[in-house]
């Protein structure tokens, strides 16, 4: 049991030692995630909104597909990226496979569901009620979205930082689409496989620390904005 | 504003809930529309509001038909009034807002619609910590402060105990009387039909009938 505690310790000078690789791979992942997020976020709330607030045929088989879509499985979406852009695919001559554009692409293609889900789910709830409320005392569509937004901003939030949670905490997507090339397209979770392969525990158990602090900050950055009292 | 209902129908899966030929409710009458539960006094109300469509037909605004900008001029208050998550200032300044109303002659109509309601004090109250009767006279203040000419009010005072619905039917009325407004008020009560209406819409089986309160032809619950 030695070797976890020894683990811990390692991990503590490696953080404090400023380790230029460790804290690229740390800078690499929160852009690609945050990146992915905010275009997963934005797709998945102008969808979210508007397919919650429309009365349209098929809607429930629709919810169901959505929930279905918001446990796609990362290596699935990995695989399909990597089809698509690897070099004998439809977009290979983009040359984006193993390079951080692809890894951002599987990534919104596996949170924007999440985002969407979350969305629809609070607009089919709560977005009839304010939005009902905006247009029967006259507000235009632009204070209407307003409204929305206001009155819906620790939803939409929690759906954000939901997303940004999937983005940087998954494996498989980032590690098929972009290969974990070191100083390239190495994230915090390839790191963190690669070296529990190699055995180097006190690596792992680095990443895992910082990778749990940033999914806390997060969060507590998102929900002191929204300035709810959580 | 005159409101003229044309073939109107409207199904809710199989269930036939309107069936109504023509009906013309002359501008600036105070209406109460009443009927048992599950006769689509709800979803007739929101169909005026524009907030729902009619299977078939149609509603006309002095002689015009639903267009959006009808929105600035009608309202809908339902029996459970949505608060914003903002103060009590801020949820009656909205529509006023919406509407391009400066600074001062907002804030001046907003502090007289809280004093006719009787809940200045609530001003900068928290709206969703309010109780379910001052969140319906903060709802009534946000509805009238705008005053619009046709008000769709879907069991208001439900909620209310017998001094805040003598305020409310009181306000109402006033409003009503100062603005020529026409008013639709849907109500389970038919003494409140009877202070507050001169016509009374009974809607029952798809079908609607108007007449004076007078001479009621239907019995009322």
Not at chain 1, 97 to 107: D, E, K, L, R, S
Not at chain 2, 90 to 109: I, Q, Y
Not at chain 2, 200 to 216: C, F, N, R, V
């Amino acid at each position: 049991m030695d070797y976890i505690a020894d683990g811990f310790k390692a991990a503590f000078n490696l953080l404090i030692s400023m380790d230029a690789e460790v804290y690229s791979v740390i800078g690499l992942s929160l852009v690609v995630s945050t990146l992915s997020a905010l275009i997963a976020g934005l797709f998945g709330t102008v969808i979210g909104i508007y397919t919650g607030l429309k009365k349209f045929k098929g809607k429930k088989l629709y919810a169901r597909i959505l929930y279905t879509m918001m446990g796609l499985p990362p290596v699935v979406v990995g695989l399909l990226v990597a089809i698509l852009l690897s070099r004998r695919g439809p977009f290979g001559s983009m040359e984006l496979i193993f390079t951080p554009t692809a890894m951002v692409i599987a990534q919104v293609i596996l949170v924007t569901p999440i985002v969407t889900g979350i969305v629809f789910n609070v607009a089919v709830k709560r977005g009839r009620e304010v939005y009902e409320l905006g247009k029967t005392l006259g507000g235009r569509p632009a204070d209407l979205l307003g409204l929305f937004f206001k009155e819906l901003k620790i939803e939409l939030l929690a759906a954000f930082v939901t997303g940004f949670g999937r983005a940087v905490s998954e494996v498989g997507a980032v590690m098929i689409v972009g290969g974990n090339i070191k100083g390239h397209t190495r994230v915090m979770t390839t790191y963190i496989a690669m070296n529990n392969s190699m055995g180097n525990y006190a690596q792992s158990i680095a990443m895992a620390i910082v990778l749990l602090s940033l999914s806390f900050l997060a969060n507590a950055f998102v929900y002191r904005a929204a300035g709810e009292e959580i | 504003m005159e409101l003229i209902i044309e073939q109107l129908v409207k199904r809710h899966g199989k269930r036939l809930l309107f069936d109504v030929e023509n009906l013309r409710l002359p501008s600036g009458g105070l209406y109460g529309l009443m009927g048992p539960n599950g006769a689509g006094k709800t979803t007739l109300l929101k169909m005026a509001a524009g907030l729902e469509k009619p299977d078939h037909g149609r509603f006309l605004y002095d002689g015009r038909a639903w267009h959006k900008s009808l929105f600035t001029e009608t309202t809908y208050l339902s029996q459970k009034a949505y608060m914003m998550n903002a103060t009590v200032e801020e949820n009656v300044a909205w529509p006023l807002e919406v509407r391009g109303v400066s600074g001062t002659e907002r804030d001046k109509r907003v502090r007289i619609a809280l004093e006719r309601m009787e809940i200045p004090e609530l001003a900068s109250r928290k709206a969703t910590t309010l109780s379910g009767g001052e969140s319906q006279k903060v709802a009534l203040a946000r509805a009238l402060v705008f005053e619009p000419r046709l008000l769709l009010m879907d069991e208001p005072s439900a909620s209310l105990d017998r001094q805040a619905t003598e305020l409310f039917e009181s306000r109402l009325m006033q409003y009503h009387r100062e603005t020529g407004a026409t008013v639709i008020l849907v109500t389970h009560s038919a003494e409140q039909a009877q202070r507050c209406c001169k016509e009374l819409l009974w809607l029952q089986d798809g079908k609607m009938e108007i007449s004076s309160m007078a001479t009621p032809n239907q019995n009322t619950r």
